[in-house]
């Protein structure tokens, strides 16, 4: 008897538990290498927002991390994501590069249960990093993003600041309201590989040695070859 | 219906069978401007042969272009270049009047993007077959200058196989790179050299200069190709006979005259449009280059691991002065030849380059038919080269891709691998040399065949 009921206080305090009062951000890296991609699932409550809510994500890349816009505008094109993004250089290593903020736009809503649901996936790129003397990886940490809604918010616990964006697919700006959220990871970590500054001496010696040695020795050949 | 003829081809003595196309499938002319001189030396009357070798490039090229096009419709991974997406994202700038610089990574002269408006106006294919074309052309060029050194009809048709068939080109074109056109403007300009047609070849050979800048290489041995007639006064390599062989003679003249009048025109009108954006996107950034990520070059680890280092000055031009030092004997020792100095060259100018990719292999393979009926290589020496270089190329791309997709550590291996290819090319290169034959090239020399 004092099992039964044990079973019930716990099965009726996870089901409370599964139907969250608060919205909920679950993201994951898929992929390895320079080359991820950046999958983003928001639960919403139906009690907290309006029936027809658009939302946004901005994302706070730090340096060693960027968005390709050609390639997201193509993706676009295949059915992917809204997006605003500054100009990239794709090209520079992660010293070189700042901090750069891109505002990704999901798919509409969609009510599953008790809660609205949406995703988003991106292909996020991973720049060189400098070689190190101690790591042979290193590590980019990725924020979680600020959560951007614009509707009518019923649950007002949850509403934060507003800021203006670009509404979805009209160049206008509107004024979207940031919403507060749960989620289980604090932030997303890459690995990122990089040179052993240790092999510097031998690989700077053994290059210069073998490009040297082979300048002098096709030297010789072409001016030992007979040209009339 | 295919029909196999076995040719008996002489390459020196050495007795080979090979086979070819038969079977006719249409009539193409082709309006050969640069053949049309005074006093044709050799019969360039267009063979049926090498209308069907055309014809066949021309077929496998447009099918690859299709088969492409389905590729990108059809899967994730695309066919087509991102050069050419660069490319058509320019020329629409360019038709919006506006800078085809905006497009970031575009890198090309901005007659390119010019060239290219019809990508937007009329189709997005148009590109692919320009470069498709050049490419087609480019063989043609090959045949006829062959030709036009005696080399015989299934020899020369035999080489432009070799650039018309070749997988690597007919890749590289269909997917939108646009290094065909390099191929055609510096086999055009040595065609030119070689009936020695000096003003057009040198304003084609500083257009070639203009677009991309290697051919820029090719001037020592062009300028003493032109003095190879001045009287050699006292031994090699003494300061009179160097001093001979820069007195500019009346060809000379023209040449450099011409060549700098052209590429100023042509560059002073981009810059005058364009601004600095120009000059810094199409040659700077070329010359500068410090791209540290993964690629084929044997320098790669090193510039890597010494970007921040106080001595990459140093180092950088360590690594430059083989290819400088090089590059000068080559032309010295080749000048009087001047498809085989062009050849190797641009071999040794990307061999030992601080930045190598693929791309890079097609400035010299296009010059490679050329020297083949120098070379007194066996067949089967010939084919082992092939296969290593190829293989040297495999060996490298493991270790880069499971950095690149796996994000495993393999800079180690890369590096490894890089001196492998390295060595292969040096090898390559060796070989070369040492089964070349001389005979004089181009128009008013005597041939003592």
Redesign the interface.
């Known amino acids: 008897m004092e099992v039964d009921l044990f079973m019930l206080v716990v099965l009726g305090t996870a089901i409370t538990a599964a139907v969250s009062s608060s919205p909920n951000l679950y993201r994951t890296v898929r992929?390895?290498?320079?080359?991820r991609e950046l999958f983003t699932k928001i639960f919403i409550p139906t009690s907290l927002i309006d029936a027809k809510c658009e939302c946004l994500i901005e994302e706070q890349f730090p340096p060693g991390l960027y968005i390709d816009p050609?390639e997201l505008k193509?993706y676009r094109e295949k059915g992917g994501p809204q997006f605003d993004s500054p100009?990239?250089?794709?090209?520079k290593?992660k010293?070189l590069s700042p901090n750069l903020v891109f505002i990704i736009y999901p798919q509409q809503f969609t009510a599953i249960g008790p809660e609205y649901v949406t995703n988003v996936t991106v292909p996020v790129h991973i720049r060189?990093h400098?070689?190190s003397s101690r790591y042979?990886?290193v590590q980019i940490q990725l924020k979680n993003p600020r959560l951007y809604l614009l509707c009518q918010v019923i649950d007002k616990s949850i509403q934060m600041n507003k800021k203006q964006f670009p509404c979805n697919s009209v160049d206008n700006n509107c004024l979207w309201t940031e919403i507060k959220y749960k989620t289980d990871v604090i932030n997303i970590e890459f690995?990122?590989?990089?040179?052993?500054?240790h092999?510097?001496g031998s690989?700077?010696s053994?290059?210069?040695a073998?490009?040297?040695v082979?300048?002098l020795?096709?030297?010789s050949?072409?001016?030992h070859?007979?040209?009339? | 219906m295919l029909q196999t003829i076995p040719y008996k081809i002489r390459i020196m003595n050495v007795n080979v069978s090979v086979f070819t196309f038969t079977h006719q499938k249409r009539y193409f002319r082709f309006v050969d401007e640069a053949t049309r001189s005074t006093g044709r030396d050799v019969e360039m009357a267009l063979q049926w042969e090498i209308k069907t070798a055309l014809v066949l490039a021309l077929l496998i090229r447009t099918g690859v272009v299709l088969y492409g096009e389905w590729q990108d419709r059809n899967s994730i991974v695309k066919f087509t270049d991102v050069d050419y997406?660069v490319f058509t994202?320019a020329a629409e700038y360019m038709t919006q009047g506006v800078s085809p610089y905006n497009r970031?990574?575009y890198r090309y002269t901005p007659i390119l993007a010019w060239m290219l408006q019809p990508n937007i106006t009329i189709s997005p294919l148009f590109g692919k077959v320009l470069f498709v074309l050049f490419d087609v052309l480019s063989g043609y060029l090959i045949y006829v200058m062959l030709m036009s050194e005696k080399t015989g009809q299934d020899r020369s048709l035999q080489c432009a196989f070799m650039w018309l068939l070749n997988p690597l080109p007919i890749v590289v074109s269909c997917r939108g790179n646009a290094e065909s056109i390099m191929s055609f403007l510096v086999l055009l300009s040595l065609r030119l050299f070689q009936q020695n047609r000096i003003i057009l070849g040198a304003i084609v050979y500083a257009l070639s200069v203009h677009v991309k800048i290697y051919p820029l290489t090719y001037c020592v041995a062009l300028y003493l190709y032109y003095s190879r007639n001045n009287k050699e006064g006292g031994q090699r390599l003494t300061l009179q006979w160097i001093r001979e062989k820069l007195r500019p003679s009346k060809e000379n003249t023209t040449l450099v005259g011409v060549s700098l009048f052209t590429f100023v025109i042509l560059t002073g009108t981009c810059y005058q449009r364009y601004g600095w954006n120009f000059l810094q996107e199409t040659y700077l950034y070329h010359i500068v280059r410090r791209?540290?990520?993964h690629n084929f070059s044997?320098?790669f680890?090193?510039l890597?691991?010494?970007?921040?280092?106080p001595y990459a000055g140093i180092?950088g031009l360590?690594?430059f002065?083989?290819q400088l030092?090089?590059i000068v004997?080559?032309s010295l020792?080749?000048h009087?030849?001047p498809p085989m100095a062009f050849f190797?060259n641009t071999f040794?100018f990307v061999t030992?380059n601080k930045v190598c990719t693929s791309q890079y292999f097609l400035w010299y393979l296009c010059l490679l038919p050329l020297v083949l009926p120098s070379l007194t290589m066996s067949i089967s020496k010939g084919i082992t080269l092939i296969v290593a270089w190829l293989l040297g190329q495999g060996i490298w791309l493991m270790p880069a891709y499971y950095?690149?997709?796996?994000?495993?550590?393999?800079?180690?291996w890369i590096?490894c691998a890089g001196?492998l290819f390295?060595?292969i090319n040096?090898a390559v290169?060796?070989s070369i040399?040492?089964s070349?034959v001389?005979t004089?090239w181009g128009r008013g020399i005597q041939k003592q065949e």
């Not at chain 1, 690995?191 to 500054?197: I, M, N, Q």
């Not at chain 2, 890597?304 to 280092?309: N, Q």
């Open positions: 992929k390895n290498g320079f080359h050609y193509n100009a990239v250089d794709i090209e290593p010293e060189y400098q070689p042979d990886t690995d990122v590989p990089v040179g052993s500054l092999h510097q690989v700077i053994v290059t210069l073998v490009t040297i082979c300048c020795y096709l030297s050949k072409m001016l070859t007979h040209v009339k | 997406n994202d970031s990574t791209d540290i990520r044997v320098y680890y090193m890597y691991l010494t970007a921040g280092s180092i360590a690594a002065l083989p030092i090089l004997v080559c020792k080749f009087k030849d190797l040794i030992f950095l690149e997709f796996e994000g495993m550590n393999t800079f180690f590096w001196l390295f060595l040096i290169i060796a040399l040492d070349y001389y004089p």
